[in-house]
């Protein structure tokens, strides 16, 4: 009976960890794989011209081959490490950029406070995606550049949350009684308000993480992003737009795509269901 | 003394539920809300329906009209001028339902939709019976009822919407919407218990007024024995899902044969009385899941015995009342309070 | 305190007054907002490392100093920033957005001449991204936590999820290229004599002129890249939906209703969905940013003469007038989308409080 027991509690899992949330990670372990050790499990060189071209999947291509020959899957494999890396870069500056900026805008208020919280308006009222493209048009085409262009269209998105909640903290007793107490202002914010801020900073943070991939890929779909002959899927999908009777360019990019947002959005669903029950219920 | 119920008992009444079980399947089983419900009630009565929150009253009376949440289980009979009502069509209730037989609720503003007017819920109500009604009609039917719930300027209230009335008022307009269709049958759950005292009365007067008028039956559930005693023809006390004792309401207030019955009494504060002088029954009615063996009072039951622990009693006809207590018959005589009769549960001085 | 009868919507009179003071203090703001727009829709241009003289002289000439000087001057770009800027917005208010280095035809013109398609577009996208997550939401909700709630949400996920200009790409090759069941690109065949345009709106043209063959033709080019467009909000809305109505089940007036008598599809539509109206209103113009994003990859992808692909071939191209121009118009229809949800909620929820 007693030993039941203990063997029922120990493979118990947490709470957090819905089957939505543990599908999800697994696919996100898997292309962080990739992204970690892309020479390992590509079969051939993404750069490499294997002669023939266009060629259909076959034991050797599993995907088949491009226009220049290339192999697909192989280039799918190596596209993990121009798309996860930047989304991530992308996601922790503007979450460092936009909650600085709205934690001064919730804190201090006044006139820089206002300037902030204008900009964010301003910026939030245009559609991202043509943002994004006129920022990214103007820095010129280059993955480092969309990331900047991503990063100018995502950072107003945590100024407004992060402000929010620090006006919300900030009522809040403990802090009135640091400020009674004489604690200056850096470790009032610091201290006693940030610490009380970041969760639904961070939820919606790795929710955006898909987003920020998928935008990635679309602007390198339509050439304001990862340049040839990197192997980006936006870009790769674009190859196979040319050449549309070769599906299988456009199919495993494309697949790749869709896993990864999918883990990530698999991943962030769990998250909300568990910290936002009232969301799904 | 003591003699079982008859089978025959309400057969002629115009609700009668006979051994209504209503369940809800948990991760332990199934759960019993309601044990094996009997009730009636005649044309033109008033039928009280007492006891504390989660005790399984309105339960029982949704459930007998279909609207129990989706995991529920029912089984049992509920039968309407002799039509069994349980495993009916859901069509054929939803035609029962709203034209012969209605309901209101406590809480009026949650009640009513808030983003209809209040016109359109009671058109709603006649258009679902009678597809064929104008809206011309339909509009002169609406303001004849409210006037007939006695709402001023019913012109002008026909198009506002709920969050514009009081609570006394939204009350009204329930009533209203549940007599649309002249029903047989009203049931209020707890129709005052949401509502300022002063309130309280008007609206318990207008339902006594209306079911004379209208030739109502009305089944009047509450917590609040006070609201019986002023209102109702006869009354059924429930406790854990089953009635413990029912009688015609002056037998009952006189000499109540069930010792939930005499708590609840004496737990009814009276003007003489200083408040902490005011009785309540000690302990806390069971858990859905934790029903206690035996009589399911018996653990706050003053006058337990052993075979109280462990014989669940069946209900009895003692003189005019109908009880489910082992010694219902051979309880000390009432004296209006629990003093005497149970010094160590009763209020001390 | 006159202000606080009006604000609970008394009634309908003052119901009116308090929209109308709503709506003129946003129609005070607007222009220091579209301002905003303006201006940081120019400045990005200003930060630029490519030149953008090379969308206007070819590689060759670009060696030339006295072509380059030539058209530098031609084009206004010898000129310092801040005259540049308040010409721009000097031009912007006689409605001269500056003329297109690539098609070297005004962009008002050029946008005026692409806008209805794009509309066309996402409107149809909007509609069926609505319809479908209502009814994902609607039969999530109802048959909560069984297979049906399971399959919704596994739909939303994916549209959420999937990369439109792929999905476009491969609607296209299976439906257009392998069953041929829908025409591929354009918004119609280019052997039919397109219908003299009146509304811009192919389908709309099409009906107006009597041309039953061409207005099939147009609904069926409308089609894929609606679905594609559409499905990609249809997931966020039909999640909300689901969320809203689960709560709003729960509520006693839904039990008031069924006591009344009231059928299951009446109680779900009519009661319990008309209390979810605004939020359902608010998140379908919040999808328009979506749309307007999602515009620009599929009218790429299906060759959509709209303003999305008149936007790529811009950024593309480094044509600064065409980027701005479109820049601000996206945000310009973002903040008109947003007003007209403000009184929408007023229409749907009486109770609505405007602050």
């Known amino acids: 009976m007693a030993l039941v027991q203990t063997t029922r509690t120990r493979f118990q899992l947490p709470d957090w960890a819905t089957p939505t949330f543990i599908v999800g990670g697994l696919v996100v372990l898997a292309w962080l794989a990739a992204t970690a050790f892309p020479y390992w499990l590509a079969p051939h060189d993404p750069l490499e011209l294997a002669g023939r071209r266009l060629q259909g999947p076959s034991a050797n291509y599993l995907l088949g081959t491009d226009a220049l020959g290339r192999d697909v899957f192989s280039r799918m494999i190596h596209g993990a490490r121009h798309s996860l890396p930047i989304a991530l870069i992308v996601v922790t500056s503007a979450v460092v950029i936009g909650a600085g900026a709205g934690a001064i805008a919730g804190y201090r208020g006044g006139l820089i406070g206002a300037a902030i919280m204008r900009l964010v308006d301003i910026t939030l009222s245009f559609p991202p995606m043509l943002l994004a493209m006129a920022v990214a048009a103007s820095l010129g085409p280059g993955l480092g550049n969309a990331g900047i262009a991503m990063v100018v269209v995502w950072w107003p998105v945590y100024a407004r949350l992060m402000r929010a909640q620090v006006l919300e903290v900030r009522e809040r007793e403990h802090v009135e009684a640091a400020v009674a107490a004489g604690a200056g202002h850096f470790r009032i914010l610091t201290k006693h308000i940030l610490p009380l801020c970041w969760t639904p900073i961070l939820i919606s943070a790795t929710m955006d993480i898909g987003q920020v991939i998928l935008l990635a890929a679309s602007l390198s779909f339509i050439g304001l992003g990862a340049t040839p002959p990197t192997p980006e899927w936006g870009a790769m999908i674009s190859d196979g737009a040319t050449y549309f009777y070769s599906w299988w360019i456009a199919f495993g990019p494309g697949m790749a795509i869709l896993t990864v947002v999918l883990g990530f959005n698999f991943i962030g669903d769990g998250l909300r269901d568990y910290f936002d029950p009232r969301s799904s219920k | 003394m003591t003699a079982p119920i008859a089978e025959a008992d309400g057969v002629d009444a115009l609700l009668r539920i006979r051994d209504l079980n209503v369940g809800f399947s948990g991760r332990n089983g199934t759960l019993p809300a309601v044990r094996g419900l009997d009730l009636h009630v005649s044309r033109g009565e008033v039928l009280g329906v007492v006891g504390e929150s989660g005790s399984g009253k309105s339960l029982g009376m949704l459930a007998s009209l279909g609207l129990q949440a989706r995991n529920a289980l029912v089984s049992g009979s509920v039968r309407f001028k002799g039509q069994e009502l349980i495993g009916r069509p859901r069509r054929e209730l939803r035609a029962l339902r709203g034209a012969q037989i209605s309901m209101i609720f406590q809480d009026p503003l949650s009640s009513l939709n808030p983003v209809m007017t209040v016109g359109d819920q009671i058109r709603e109500a006649l258009y679902l019976h009678n597809r064929q009604m104008t809206k011309q009609k339909a509009t002169q039917r609406v303001l004849d009822l409210l006037r007939l719930v006695a709402i001023p300027q019913p012109q002008g209230r026909i198009n506002q919407y709920p969050h514009e009335f009081s609570g006394g008022m939204r009350q009204r307009v329930m009533i209203a919407m549940a007599v649309a269709n002249d029903p047989e049958l009203l049931v209020a759950d707890e129709p005052t218990t949401a509502l300022d005292v002063t309130v309280q009365a008007q609206i318990m007067l207008m339902l006594r007024d209306l079911k004379d008028k209208l030739g109502l039956a009305l089944v009047l559930i509450t917590h609040d024995l006070g609201v019986v005693a002023g209102h109702a023809d006869r009354v059924a006390v429930i406790y854990a899902g089953r009635v413990v004792e029912e009688a015609a309401v002056r037998e009952l207030f006189a000499d109540p044969r069930h010792p939930y019955t005499r708590g609840l009494i004496a737990s009814i504060p009276k003007l003489t009385m200083s408040e902490d002088k005011l009785y309540s029954i000690p302990g806390a009615p069971p858990m859905l899941g934790a029903l206690p063996g035996g009589c399911a009072f018996h653990p706050r039951c003053a006058y337990a015995q052993d075979v109280c622990r462990k014989v669940e009693p069946p209900t009895h006809r003692v003189g005019t009342h109908k009880s489910a207590c082992h010694f219902a018959a051979s309880l000390p005589a009432w004296n209006g309070g629990l003093g005497a009769a149970a010094p160590e549960n009763g209020a001390n001085d | ?355």
Do not use: C
Not at chain 3, 306 to 330: C, E, K, M, Q
């Open chain 3, 1 to 355: 305190m006159p202000n606080d009868r009006s604000r609970r919507g008394g009634n309908r009179g003052t119901l009116g007054k308090a929209m109308l003071n709503y709506i003129l203090r946003r129609g005070i703001a607007m222009p220091f907002i579209l301002l905003g727009i303006v201006t940081m829709a120019f400045l990005l241009t200003t930060v630029t490392k490519g030149d953008p003289l090379t969308a206007v002289v070819s590689e060759q000439q670009m060696n030339n100093p006295e072509i380059v000087a030539a058209a530098r001057q031609r084009w206004g770009l010898d000129r310092p920033l801040p005259e540049r800027y308040l010409i721009y917005v000097g031009n912007l208010l006689r409605g001269d957005m500056g003329t297109s280095f690539v098609t070297r035809r005004p962009v008002s013109t050029d946008l005026v001449a692409r806008l209805p398609a794009t509309f066309e577009l996402v409107l149809a996208a909007m509609i069926i991204g609505s319809v479908v997550g209502i009814l994902f939401g609607l039969l999530a909700a109802y048959y909560r936590d069984t297979a049906i709630d399971q399959v919704a949400r596994l739909f939303s996920l994916f549209g959420s999820s999937v990369p439109i200009f792929w999905m476009g790409l491969a609607l296209l090759f299976v439906f257009s290229v392998y069953f041929q069941v829908l025409p591929g690109l354009g918004r119609i065949d280019p052997r039919m004599s397109p219908p003299p345009v009146i509304t811009g709106f192919m389908t709309i043209d099409t009906l107006l002129a009597g041309d039953m063959t061409a207005f099939r033709d147009a609904l069926a080019h409308l089609v894929l890249p609606s679905f594609v467009l559409g499905w990609t909000v249809a997931g966020t809305i039909s999640r909300l939906v689901r969320a809203n109505m689960l709560e709003v089940m729960e509520r006693e007036f839904i039990l008031t209703a069924r006591a009344k008598g009231a059928g299951e599809i009446r109680v779900v539509l009519r009661h319990a969905f008309r209390n979810i109206l605004v939020p359902v209103l608010t998140v379908i113009s919040y999808s328009f940013a979506y749309l307007i994003t999602g515009a620009v990859l599929t009218e790429s992808v299906f060759a959509w003469p709209g303003v999305g692909s008149y936007a790529v071939t811009a950024a593309r191209s480094l044509d600064f007038p065409a980027i701005i121009g479109v820049t601000i118009v996206g945000g310009v229809m973002f903040l008109i989308t947003n007003l007209l949800t403000d009184i929408a909620y007023v229409l749907a929820n009486p109770r609505v409080r405007l602050n």
